[in-house]
Each structure stands twice: as C-alpha cells, then as structure tokens.
Nanobody, 124 residues
C-alpha cells in the first residue's frame, strides 16, 4: 500500500500565503506529482504538477501565484500559495502514480494514489 498525507492547510485572509506539503510512504517508494482541489459546489480540478524530470504545469487560475516544488527527497512535494483569493477556498489533494511520464498529467483519473486532503479557507 501507498499512503499520501497532506499538511499545511488552514484559515488565511485574502492576499495571504500558505505552504502545503505532501509526503508519501509505504512499501514502495512513491513520488507525489500533482495537486488538485475541490471547492464548495465545484468539481475536483487540477492545480499544479511537477514530474521527476522537472517539468511543471499550472492551472491558468493559479499561474503567477502558486509554485510547486520537490522536497528534500522524491517522496515529498510542496505547493507554495501566495496572493490567495476567496475562490482558492477548497480541499486540496495531492496525487501520485506508479507511472512517471516526462510531462505530468493534468487529469485526475490518471493518478493511482490520493491523499485525504487538507482544507484551505480564504476569508475576505
């Protein structure tokens, strides 16, 4: 089994910042690749991704504000969120897959492993 755990969520005022982290563990070494989110009354949507080859991808709604990065090892990924807006309020999930394509996927159904999610609430 592979487990992914997110951390770093919380309540922040509009314009503020938060840094999310996701760590993978289990009997196989797994590298978290992507971040997705699901806001109130919305479908789950892609946020950002980083492949082991260093390729990055961002949703248009977060470009210039969010930054995805690898931790000190391949089992950890971070999401630095700046200039937060009320529309960023959502449960944020990290995702991983045994496949390691050069370009990370923006499609949730292509990921095998998911974390429980961490709540991010932005007040205005």
């Amino acid at each position: 089994q592979v487990q992914l755990v997110e951390s770093g969520g919380g309540l922040v005022q509009a314009g503020g910042s938060l840094k999310l982290s996701c760590s993978a563990s289990g009997r196989t070494i797994t590298s978290p690749t992507a971040w997705f989110r699901q806001g109130p009354g919305k479908e789950r949507e892609f946020v950002a991704a980083l492949s082991l080859f260093g390729a990055k991808s961002y949703a248009d709604s977060v470009k210039g504000r969010f930054t995805v990065s690898r931790g000190n090892n391949i089992t950890t990924i971070h999401l630095q969120m700046n200039s937060l807006k009320s529309e960023d309020t959502a449960v944020y999930y990290c995702a991983a897959d045994s496949a390691q394509p050069i370009l990370p996927s923006r499609v949730g159904s292509e990921y095998e492993y998911w974390g429980q999610g961490t709540q991010v609430t932005v007040s205005s």
